[in-house]
């Protein structure tokens, strides 16, 4: 007989972060029927990531994926904050901060020091940074993985979870049974930079800038060619911009940083658009422009 994972089914859930990844994040777990506690730095940012959650919660209803009751019983499930310590009672945590090593394992001395269950599971959204790494900064590395959505993570499936050496058995599978529970499909990766996704999505993501920055096509003609050649629902320029160039560059220069190989190395012009602030469709400009 199988051993039932310890802790019991998670139903209280906090998010650190809500920008693009945490806002996503917190929107699917409380549909799921979690309640979710999301921590930003700041009032303002509480404000600007409320207003992003409720605009994608307006955007279900709108197109009559979502009623309006359920909404309001999904936004009554959530609330906002900017103190960690709102953590305290939290099964899981997931943090969604940006892709540096040194807010991340700040991120996570914080959270360690606020959730009060010896059980709760601590998780990162990391793209790209090792997870052992992470896990390092806390006193139980054995409840810390890797559990990556993709963007839209209202629309796109996927859960990628990622163990690093210290994961112990009980963790992934309560995060499996989770992330299933959320409607997600998911797939087990080795504690690598990149794993699986963006270790294939990011070079192609470089290679159509590195063409792009040699003249060899036009941004829409890149594009167009992966669209209408290719059957990909957005062509990889457009895409760059949806992940967010800042995004992109800190997983090129994770995925560099661990293997070395050139195709992972972010090319200039990708670094002097983010030195511009050109971050993609969250600033309003990157390859194109955005309303
Ligand atoms: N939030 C919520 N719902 C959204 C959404 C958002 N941001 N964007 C789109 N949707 C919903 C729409 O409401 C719509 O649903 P309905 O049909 O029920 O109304 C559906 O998704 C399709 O949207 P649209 O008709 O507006 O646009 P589209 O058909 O062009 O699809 C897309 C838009 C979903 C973004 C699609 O182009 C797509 O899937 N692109 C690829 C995205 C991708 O590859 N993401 C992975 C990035 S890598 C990553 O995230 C990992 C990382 O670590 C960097």
Redesign the pocket.
């Known amino acids: 007989m199988t051993r039932a994972p310890a802790g019991g089914a998670i139903e209280r859930v906090g998010v650190l972060g809500c920008g693009l990844m945490g806002a996503?994040i917190a929107e699917v777990c409380a549909r799921s029927g979690a309640g979710v506690v999301v921590v930003e730095a700041s009032d303002g940012a509480v404000a600007t990531g409320r207003k992003r959650l409720t605009a994608?919660l307006e955007?279900?209803v709108a197109?009559g994926?979502l009623d309006s009751a359920a909404r309001d019983e999904v936004l009554a499930r959530i609330s906002f904050g900017t103190g960690i310590e709102a953590f305290a009672d939290r099964q899981l945590v997931i943090e969604a901060v940006p892709e540096v090593l040194e807010l991340k394992l700040d991120a996570f001395r914080r959270i360690d020091a606020a959730v009060a269950d010896p059980e709760a599971i601590l998780a990162s959204n990391t793209?790209s940074i090792p997870i052992g790494r992470i896990a390092a900064a806390t006193g139980r590395p054995g409840q810390v993985l890797g559990v990556?959505?993709?963007?839209?993570v209202?629309?796109?499936p996927l859960v990628e979870l990622v163990s690093s050496l210290q994961t112990s058995p009980d963790t992934l599978a309560r995060a499996r049974s989770f992330a299933e529970g959320l409607g997600k499909q998911v797939i087990l990766a080795q504690d690598r930079a990149g794993f699986v996704?963006?270790a294939l999505?990011v070079p192609y993501l470089l290679s159509a800038i590195r063409m792009l920055e040699a003249g060899h096509a036009s941004a829409e003609d890149i594009d167009t060619g992966m669209v209408a050649g290719c059957a990909h629902?957005?062509g990889p320029l457009r895409?760059a911009d949806?992940?967010g160039l800042d995004?992109?560059l800190h997983?090129a220069n994770s995925l560099y940083g661990e293997f070395k190989e050139p195709h992972y190395a972010p090319p200039a012009l990708l670094m002097r658009m983010v030195d511009a602030g050109r971050l993609g469709r969250k600033s309003g400009a990157g390859f194109y422009t955005y309303d």
């Open positions: 996503g994608s955007r279900a197109s994926r793209s990556h959505f993709f963007n839209p209202p629309v796109l996704v963006n999505l629902p957005m895409l949806l992940v995004t992109t997983v």
